[in-house]
């Protein structure tokens, strides 16, 4: 029974973590900027959000979005990066 999340067991704690999550826009682009793959996610913060979409595009060019700001961008294979 320990490893039962408090979600499965209580439905109100379930509501509240689903509030505490936050849409994001993954775009993985080609390497010419143009648009590749677009992901949508559900992610407790920014910093969760960066990480998946960095597994995801591995060496890509890549965005993250929250809503219609562009948090993180990403270019290709260099590692250069810059917090939107």
Known sequence: ????????????ARIGWESSMHAYEIRILKNDRDLSLVFSS??????????????????RPLEVWREMECIWRQEAALGVHHAA
């Not at 029974?1 to 408090?6: A, E, N, T």
């Not at 913060?45 to 960095?54: G, K």
């Open 42 to 59: 559900s992610q407790p913060s920014d910093d969760t959000a960066i990480r998946v979409a960095r597994k995801l595009a591995a060496d």
């Open 1 to 12: 029974m320990d490893s039962v999340s408090p979600q499965v067991l209580n439905p109100r």
